[in-house]
């Protein structure tokens, strides 16, 4: 059973820059691929970007590709977004997750999740 606990939310003006966190407890974390998720309100939750096991591989939601930037530190059990350019529209609770399968945009693939993190972006 793996644990993930985000951090580093909050609220910035447009065009600012946040970097959000997630470390991972109780499992090895180099055997799961890891996505981060938003879901704003009133909407469903999206796909933002993911990150194979080793780290070598990454893939992006369009809305975001060339502003968002995820990586992991395997010896640091955690994984990262950098989220840069930020936009009223990536206002959402951000949330990471974890699979034992490949790095996937699809939801349901993922088998533990986070409690999210807030990420508000004034214009």
């Known amino acids: 059973q793996v644990q993930l606990v985000e951090s580093g939310g909050g609220l910035v003006p447009a065009g600012e820059s946040l970097r959000l966190s997630c470390a991972a407890s109780g499992g090895t974390f180099s055997d799961y691929a890891m996505g981060w998720f938003r879901q704003a309100p009133g909407k469903e939750r999206e796909f933002v970007a993911a990150?194979?096991?080793?780290?070598?591989?990454?893939y992006y939601a369009g809305s975001v590709k060339g502003r968002f930037t995820i990586s992991r530190d395997n010896s640091k059990n955690t994984v990262y977004l950098q989220m840069n350019t930020l936009k009223p529209e990536d206002t959402a609770i951000y949330y990471c997750?974890?699979?034992?399968?490949?790095?996937?945009?699809?939801?349901?693939?993922?088998?533990?999740w986070g409690q999210g993190t807030q990420v508000t972006v004034s214009s």
């Open positions: 997750a974890a699979t034992r399968g490949p790095y996937s945009d699809y939801v349901s693939l993922y088998n533990f």
């Open positions: 990150i194979s096991w080793a780290g070598g591989n990454t």
